[in-house]
């Protein structure tokens, strides 16, 4: 084992002071359970301020819902068991599934209030009465551990979250700034196509870490709003690129040589324009390379042939193009300037998407909150039949588990690997519980007895390739001696309690694989239907959103995508998908939302559009192979509506309709016969 780190020591003994601190105070004020203190310090404890804050606040939250909803329902149905198993059941049900709509990290709330809830509610069953009591200390312990981790990690030496969101944010431009100097070659460059839609995942899980920001301790977090503007534009330059290089191909497949090379020249300041030095200003270049895209740009017109409608495809990506790296550069130069402590210049608007636009999977939340509920129900089954004194642990490890796991394909491997290090944990834990704790007399004895042990897993707890094994290791530990009252414990209790964790951990892990588990190739292609199913739906008109919402959903699919078809790929099935077909459907989703909103401003021209938008809703509802090219019905109203807007007045609503129609047929077209203009 390598040597810790200073990073990994200064973690190590945090976390071990705010344990030992809140182990300190709980003792002082006559807490039953002092452990539970520790054991939530740990949980908490992060090696950044701001996720540690993040985290203690929805602990907090969490065990105060779950406190509550405990104290209702226990007095009431105390004297029927089976109706008492069944309403906690539904509860730790109900949370995990509205827990799981939230990916980001305030589900922690909803999922702590779960199965808090079964951790306090579960032990309480013998003596309904002191329900109350046991609430209020169980919340008092717990507020505790979280408080004490907070003030240790944001008062001594806090680290920052700051510099890794910052290098995250730097990593995914300068991949979006290489995916464009790649796209803009003479040759295009397709090398790297699975990097380039890695990035997609990269802009998911900048958003998701950003969540903890308003909790961080520096500056960064009074730039929040440009931090999620700056994602928003990121996220653009998924379709907007991808687009830019599709049309470019198609270019040169038709053998417009002579039309590549009038763009050439500037394709190539616009790149130049991406890597311009930070301090030089870009509105100015950036308006000379509008006015030149439009120089270039063919007018609308009857005659307008397939050459010439992708040219004016390509010149309105080219528009958004430029704008985005002005608007990027711009978003980053307002975020350095907030966290050098400069109030930074007024920025336009900062449109952000609220995390409950990226996608969700209500199927698999509702089919992990029946396994939670079938796992508890089992385990107070079998409590409840047996007569089992120390039974009540067995309901209360089924539902930790299957919540820790539920945004896993498949939780049975993570559930399995918790039950060992937990099994490796029953030799420490007996030894501090039976031997070392009876021998301790005073606060100090307990602090040099604990430290040697919870200072090694520390540093190992802040490594990411140790973390998985050494938390439950940790859990498994505290959780012993927080489960039993460690004044009066002797072996026969000891061997009781661990004994009906290791049935609540080995229930969970069996109905979970009964009833839950999937595979990744399985979860890729519901993804793939969840964006089908929308593009039916906005073709329908059924659900029509924001271009910014939709680019934000499609873009977090690619990336939920990416590493699934990899690993089923890898595994040698799912051959017939691809994460190419979801960003093909994030270019026609885009377009088609750009012509619902245009529709209005269309006149005689909108004739044409609703049957295609018809013919569109018809296709994507065609599940499971929407991505197989369409039928002539669907080609002849996409060529009948080009047909109807190069016959118009040509303003700028009517150009952008027309990219919008030439990018769907490219799309959904890609080998159909070229177009032909009206009377060709």
């Not at 509105?283 to 895209?293: F, N, Q």
């Not at 063919?298 to 010439?308: D, I, K, M, N, T």
């Not at 924001?546 to 078809?565: N, Q």
Request: net charge positive; glycine share 8%.
């Amino acid at each position: 084992m390598k040597l810790a780190s200073r990073a990994e020591l200064l973690f190590s003994a945090k976390s071990f002071a705010a344990a030992m601190l809140a182990v300190y105070i709980s003792m002082r004020i006559g807490l039953p359970r002092p452990f539970w203190a520790m054991m939530t310090a740990y949980i908490v404890s992060a090696p950044f301020a701001g996720p540690t804050r993040s985290k203690g606040w929805y602990r907090a939250g969490g065990t105060l819902l779950g406190a509550i909803a405990v104290t209702l329902l226990v007095p009431h149905l105390s004297n029927s068991p089976e109706l008492l198993s069944l309403a906690l059941a539904l509860w730790i049900g109900g949370c995990l599934y509205f827990s799981l709509l939230d990916r980001t990290p305030r589900s922690y709330l909803l999922m702590l209030a779960g199965y808090t809830a079964g951790l306090i509610g579960f032990p309480a069953v013998g003596d309904p009465g002191a329900i109350f009591d046991l609430a209020l200390a169980r919340v008092e312990e717990i507020v505790l551990g979280m408080t004490c981790a907070t003030l240790v990690h944001t008062l001594v030496l806090p680290q920052s979250f700051a510099p890794v969101l910052l290098a995250r944010l730097d990593g995914a431009a300068r991949d979006a700034r290489d995916w464009m100097r790649d796209a803009l070659k003479p040759a295009g460059d397709r090398r790297s196509a699975h990097e380039r839609r890695k990035l997609a995942g990269d802009i998911t899980e900048l958003r998701l870490m950003s969540t903890h920001l308003p909790f961080d301790t520096s500056h960064l977090r009074w730039t929040e709003k440009a931090v999620n503007a700056l994602q928003e534009r990121l996220a653009q330059f998924v379709p907007v690129v991808s687009a830019i290089e599709d049309r470019l191909a198609a270019l040169r497949e038709l053998g417009a040589h002579d039309v590549s090379a009038r763009w050439q020249s500037l394709l190539q300041d616009i790149t130049a324009l991406a890597e311009t030095p930070k301090h030089v200003a870009l509105e100015r270049r950036g308006a000379a390379l509008h006015r030149r895209i439009d120089a270039l740009a063919p007018g609308a017109h009857r005659e307008l042939g397939w050459s010439g409608l992708l040219e004016l495809n390509l010149a309105t990506r080219l528009h958004r193009l430029v704008d985005l790296c002005i608007e990027t550069r711009a978003l980053r130069q307002h975020i350095d300037a907030g966290v050098h402590g400069r109030l930074p210049e007024a920025v336009g608007q900062l449109p952000g998407v609220p995390a409950s636009a990226l996608h969700q999977d209500r199927g698999m939340a509702l089919l992990s909150a029946f396994a939670a509920v079938v796992a508890v129900l089992v385990c107070c089954a079998f409590w409840i039949l047996t007569g089992w004194p120390a039974g009540a642990a067995a309901p209360m490890m089924a539902a930790v588990l299957c919540c820790f796991f539920s945004t896993q394909d498949d939780p049975v491997p993570f559930i399995k690997g918790f039950l060992v290090y937990t099994v490796y944990s029953i030799p420490l834990a007996a030894l501090y519980l039976l031997a070392i704790l009876p021998a301790v007399h005073g606060f100090e004895t307990l602090l040099l007895a604990c430290a040697p042990t919870f200072l090694v897993l520390g540093v190992l707890i802040a490594r990411p390739a140790t973390f998985g094994r050494t938390m439950p290791f940790i859990f498994g530990i505290c959780g012993a001696l927080a489960l039993v009252d460690t004044h009066n414990a002797d072996l026969l209790s000891f061997a009781n309690g661990v004994l009906a964790q290791i049935v609540g951990l080995v229930t969970a892990g069996v109905i979970t694989g009964v009833f839950r588990s999937v595979g990744a190739g399985w979860t890729a292609r519901r993804v793939l239907k969840a964006g089908w199913s929308e593009l039916a739906s906005l073709g329908s008109g059924e659900r029509v959103t924001s271009l910014a919402e939709f680019s934000a959903r499609m873009v977090d699919r690619i990336g939920l995508l990416t590493p699934r078809l990899a690993q089923a790929h890898a595994a040698g099935g799912h051959r017939d998908l691809s994460a190419d077909d979801a960003l093909r459907d994030l270019r026609v989703g885009r377009n088609m939302t750009v012509l619902q909103s245009a529709r209005a401003r269309l006149g005689r021209a909108d004739a044409a559009i609703g049957p295609l938008m018809t013919q569109l809703a018809r296709h994507f509802a065609r599940q499971p192979a929407p991505h197989r090219e369409g039928g002539p019905p669907l080609l002849d109203a996409l060529d009948n509506a080009l047909r109807a807007l190069c016959a118009g007045a040509g303003d700028a609503t009517q150009r952008d309709a027309l990219a919008a129609l030439t990018g769907m047929r490219r799309d959904l077209f890609p080998h159909a016969r070229p177009y032909r203009p009206q009377g060709a």
